[in-house]
């Protein structure tokens, strides 16, 4: 009888070191080049910066540790504060126009109607071209008298053709504004239509034989459906506005003052200009710190719910 149970027993041992549940040295293999990179590429220099942001490490010279200081000092900046600030209503004003136009974009081209692909490739361009030269652009046709903004404006009777949009803070939040929205919003419709196509067309073809209207459909389908889908398209869109550089760079070079500063425009600033290298890591910490927050918040509430 013993002998039996031996038998019978060596093949399941056998079984469970080669099952899905316990990796072999191959899984171990496999993930090791990922491991790699993400601890070279990630947590080795978060570990540097940190250590970095502990000193006062300029530019060229020597250095030495100084603590917390530099973060009292950051959180201390009146500048550094409005530079948060700014950053956080820019993102307010942008993220809300790029997910409705982005939505409305995909609405128009989901389908596979004559020209939808066309259309595609033309809401998407703008994001292909990038805002660095879209920016470029934006800085030769916001010119008073000459531009075309000021021209179609006038044309249109709105403003008299010679209104100076970058010196003005006001002014040029507005111009940076549209111009993101507009250079944006392709990605999120590229994202947001993948999404349509994949819900199913029965279910439309049944709310419809239930009288269900083209908004009814949208409001109880197309949304819920889409919420994990959105929630990308929230979280990269407002990532990126946190991280917003290159276009006030370019455009306004954060002035008229620093009404236009934006938070990684005053690291840059603190790093290339003052040459403080520590008080601008540290700068960047704290940046990371916010944006991780705002995101765990925006995971909170768009959660899905039972």
């Known amino acids: 009888m013993s002998t039996l149970t031996n038998r019978v027993a060596a093949p399941v041992r056998t079984r469970r070191r080669g099952s899905l549940t316990h990796p072999s040295r191959v899984g171990l293999a496999l993930v090791a080049p990922a491991a790699l990179f993400v601890t070279v590429f990630v947590f080795v220099p978060l570990v540097v910066a940190i250590y970095i942001s502990l000193t006062n490490f300029p530019l060229i010279g020597p250095y030495h540790f100084i603590g917390l200081e530099n973060y009292r000092l950051a959180l201390t900046d009146p500048v550094f504060g409005r530079s948060i600030l700014y950053t956080l209503l820019y993102t307010a004003i942008v993220t809300g126009p790029i997910l409705v136009l982005g939505y409305v974009l995909a609405v128009m081209v989901r389908g596979n109607r004559r020209g939808s692909t066309l259309l595609r490739t033309f809401f998407f361009l703008p994001h292909v071209v990038g805002l660095t030269t879209l920016s470029f652009l934006m800085l030769l046709e916001a010119q008073p008298n000459s531009g075309a903004v000021n021209i179609v404006l006038r044309a249109l009777g709105v403003t008299d053709g010679t209104t100076a949009w970058l010196v003005n803070g006001p002014l040029a939040t507005a111009l940076i504004c549209v111009l993101v929205v507009w250079g944006v919003s392709g990605l999120t419709m590229v994202l947001l239509m993948s999404g349509m196509q994949g819900i199913p067309r029965e279910i439309y073809e049944s709310a419809e ?69 520590g008080a601008a890591t540290a700068m960047s910490l704290i940046l990371v710190v916010i944006t991780a927050v705002v995101t765990a918040v925006q995971f909170w509430l768009l959660r899905e719910k039972d």
């Open 209 to 277: 034989m239930d009288g269900a209207s083209w908004w009814q459909a949208e409001r109880r389908i197309t949304i819920p459906m889409l919420r994990r889908t959105i929630t990308l398209s929230l979280i990269i869109s407002v990532i990126g506005s946190f991280l917003a550089f290159t276009q006030f760079y370019i455009l306004t070079q954060g002035g008229p003052g620093s009404d236009t500063t934006t938070v990684v425009m005053a690291i840059y600033r603190r790093a290339f200009v003052d040459l403080q290298i």
